[in-house]
């Protein structure tokens, strides 16, 4: 049977205040009583849980992390990070996601903000929902991805376009592209938007145009990707062709549908990626891409939070993660 602190209050003829008070390391409590307290505490093995301790402290010991899906090596990573990094530093990790796109909310970990110190959040659209619940928010709050102007909060952000640029400056200065096809996840995605805007930046300054049939808004899904292909791969293949999918899922369906249609990757089309999840090593030809230290997003978002939780009056700290492109056989440098 678990030993509670009312079993320790009535061990050592004190009240349940008092055996709090020593717990957190209160110095109200005579040196004597206290003895009495702690060698209660130890004849009965008590343990208190740090929920409960977090609690009389006037916190919980509990942070948030929010995404907009957990689905996927993408999120995993950033969980793995964010987790690791929370427990060396002596805080519980509650995850949560946004279900659906356009939600208002991001995930019950708002809604039940009361539990927790602080959140990382990582939002893909940032609604007027969404903007007016960060505004209001009575917790230090950390932005994955993104900022939001005009509310006080730190933020880890992914140089996106640097990273674009130099994938861009790849494909056309190495491997010879001569026309660019965009697919993106929803067109009010943040990451597509950061993407494609890097990519026709990139492409005008290299006096390369982007047309507007070579862009197509899709969902970062692998099936989604493939049934495009599959429709229309053979009007994309041809000399200094190139397909620059916004994550790694997408650039496997269209390598998948090339293969099944017959076109050669990449004599035929080049393909690019995000992200340098696993996927991108497991397609033929592998896939060249932009790999984003995710782990690292993760923990940097709960280096910040837990900083700002002991400095509350800093200024806003912002952290910017370089990503690197990764070059493998997809985009044709191997050969050249």
Same mark, same amino acid.
């Given at each position: 049977m678990r030993v509670s602190m009312s079993d320790v209050a009535r061990h050592a003829n004190v009240s349940m205040s008092t055996v709090s008070r020593v717990i957190n390391g209160l110095e109200i409590v005579k040196p004597e009583t206290r003895k009495r307290v702690e060698e209660a505490i130890e004849q009965l093995r008590y343990?208190?849980?740090g929920l409960a301790r977090g609690l009389m402290r006037g916190r919980s010991e509990l942070i948030g992390l929010? /995404?907009?899906? /957990?689905h996927g090596e993408f999120y995993s990573e950033i969980i793995r990070g964010a987790d690791a990094e929370a427990r060396?530093?002596?805080?519980g990790l509650v995850i949560s996601s946004i279900h659906k796109v356009g939600e208002d909310a991001p995930g019950p970990a708002i809604q039940h903000r009361g539990l927790l110190d602080g959140m990382a959040l990582m939002v893909s659209e940032l609604t007027d929902g969404i903007r007016r619940t960060l505004s209001d928010m009575p917790v230090p709050f950390v932005l994955l991805d993104?900022?939001?102007p005009g509310a006080p909060h730190d933020s880890v952000i992914i140089d996106q376009r640097h990273a674009v640029r130099k994938l861009m400056q790849h494909v056309i200065g190495n491997c010879g592209a001569r026309r660019v096809i965009f697919l993106g996840g929803a067109e009010s995605n943040v990451d597509t938007r950061a993407r494609f805007g890097a990519c026709r930046e990139a492409l005008e300054q290299s006096g390369l145009p982007l047309a507007p049939e070579d862009v197509y808004y899709l969902d970062f899904d692998y099936r989604t990707a493939f049934n495009l292909a599959a429709r229309v791969i053979p009007s994309w293949a041809g000399s200094g062709a190139f397909v620059f999918a916004a994550n790694d899922e997408m650039a496997a369906g269209v390598i998948a549908a090339a293969s099944q249609a017959g076109v050669r990757i990449p004599d035929d089309l080049g393909v690019v990626g995000f992200d340098d999840t696993r996927i991108a090593q497991l397609t033929h030809p592998a896939l060249t891409t932009v790999r984003v230290p995710m782990a690292l997003m993760g923990a940097e978002s709960v280096r910040l939070l837990c900083q700002r939780l002991q400095q509350r009056d800093a200024k806003p700290a912002r952290v910017v993660l370089?990503?690197?492109?990764?070059?493998r056989a997809s985009c044709g440098?191997?050969?050249?």
């Open positions: 343990q208190p849980s929010v /995404l907009p899906d /957990l060396e530093l002596g805080y993104n900022d939001l370089q990503p690197e492109v990764v070059v440098a191997a050969n050249k």
